[in-house]
């Protein structure tokens, strides 16, 4: 090897890896943490208040939902985002840490374990961890279609076995479990949501971080290579069916983790809980919030689950709209929504984005009456699919408006056709204004 490729490479003609190329790259992923540590502080700092801020019991709720879909979604995070594999049965992994947590849960109350409840995520976190490392082991091997395919089987395999298996997962009624039984942790019995909340809080704050650690690792970066470029990983000495078995492995273990919190907050376990929806839900989550980011599946995650929560009271199309958000999210943001502000970045960085916040301004109109108007026209046609002989009233908005009459269906193709035209007609602006805004910032004249 020539002084050129040594320097080139970071290797001696020995192949060892010079003392000041180990020390250079440990001080850059030191310094890299070290960028972050605002960003750890600051969470900390909102989840301690967010019970403060949402003190109501459905909101504590409602925030402990978030809490679980965010570990689970950084958790298939690790397999598609890092690792590039596809996953339809990553529930599998969830739902047994929580059903094994809620029998540890049961043994805790009647078989006298000492248990904390604090540590049940980790109980479900292993538990996860010992059924990945076996399916990993085969369904690794390769990756594209055929671990999607694998990984689909195994789920409607496991979820087929939930309904067989009555002992370990009670059937159709699930199982069920007392978290209030387990010995008090410093005088806290998690008898209230906010107790609950606050240990989800913390699990969530520690996976998170682990998670985020193990994407700096080298075994993390390595993933990112497999995912790119298998061969050139290949090529350079790594095992790519190695590197996506220990991203697997990790994976399952914070899916148990997931799982473990999902049976400490609902206290009961169903073969909902590990079938395909689940895994779809899950992919949902990643995708939608950006899974080219670490914080993409925490932006899907919330988002989703205020969809589940919320929108659900409101509406009964709510999972139609969560279906359209995600063929738009396919068709024009594949980086998801948190691509979406990313793609923002090089025009904030070069004091432009003040000219492109107006253009969107200028946008913000059209884009409203449109989506007033095709929701008014969903819900109208809804009410008007089901309604019955004197009931033929549709509410939206706080309105109330009698779908056997023309106006309100007028009113609405008015504003659904005209926002649509005006948004074609602005389109083209719009992208001038981006284009000026981040071809600015890289360069461009």
């Not at 290949?234 to 799982?259: H, I, K, N, P, T």
């Not at 025009?347 to 409203?368: F, M, Q």
Request: aromatic letters at 12%; proline letters at 4%.
């Amino acid at each position: 090897m020539s002084v050129n490729q040594s320097t080139t490479t970071g290797a001696t003609a020995d192949g060892v890896e010079p003392a000041w190329k180990r020390v250079a790259d440990e001080q850059m992923r030191r310094g890299a943490f070290s960028r972050t540590l605002p960003v750890w502080g600051a969470a900390v700092v909102i989840l301690m208040i967010m019970p403060l801020v949402f003190p109501s019991a459905v909101a504590v709720t409602i925030m402990n939902q978030m809490g679980i879909s965010i570990v689970f979604a950084l958790s298939y995070n690790m397999l598609l985002g890092q690792g590039g594999m596809l996953s339809f049965g990553h529930a599998v992994y969830f739902g047994l840490g929580g059903f094994l947590s809620v029998h540890v849960m049961n043994s805790v109350e009647y078989d006298g374990w000492w248990l904390p409840l604090p540590l049940l995520p980790l109980v479900g976190g292993l538990f996860g961890l010992a059924f990945a490392i076996p399916i990993g082991g085969f369904s690794t091997r390769r990756a594209g279609t055929v671990f999607a395919m694998i990984s689909l089987g195994v789920g409607e395999l496991v979820a087929a076995c939930s309904i067989i298996f009555v002992a370990f997962f009670g059937g159709e009624e699930g199982v069920s479990g007392d978290r209030t039984m387990g010995p008090p942790v410093f005088g806290f019995e998690f008898l209230s949501e906010v107790e609950v909340y606050y240990l989800t809080a913390g699990v969530v704050l520690v996976a998170a971080l682990f998670m985020y650690l193990f994407s700096r690792t080298p075994a993390g970066r390595m993933a990112n290579a497999v995912r790119d470029n298998e061969e050139r990983a290949e090529f350079v000495g790594y095992s790519q069916r190695y590197v996506r078995f220990v991203s697997f492995c990790a994976s399952g273990f914070f899916a148990g983790m997931a799982g473990g919190l999902f049976a400490i907050n609902y206290e009961i376990l169903t073969e909902e809980n590990l079938n395909l929806v689940t895994s779809g839900w899950v992919l949902l989550m990643a995708f939608i919030g950006g899974v080219g980011f670490f914080v993409g599946p925490i932006v899907g995650a919330i988002v989703l689950t205020l969809l589940q929560t919320v929108l659900s009271n409101h509406t009964e199309l709510w999972q139609l709209y969560v279906g359209i958000l995600f063929v738009l999210t396919v068709m024009y943001a594949p980086r998801g929504l948190t691509g979406l502000v990313a793609m923002h970045g090089p025009a904030l960085r070069s004091g432009r984005l003040g000219p492109l916040v107006a253009a969107y301004g200028v946008a913000l109109v059209p884009l409203v009456a449109f989506l007033a108007g095709a929701i008014l026209l969903l819900e109208m046609g809804n009410v008007a699919n089901q309604s019955v002989v004197g009931e033929s009233e549709a509410h939206v908005f706080g309105l109330s408006l009698d779908v056997s009459t023309a106006p309100p269906w007028l009113v609405a193709a008015v504003l659904a056709v005209g926002g649509a035209y005006a948004l074609a007609r602005l389109a083209p602006r719009l992208r001038d204004a981006f284009g000026r805004a981040t071809g600015a910032a890289g360069g461009a004249p």
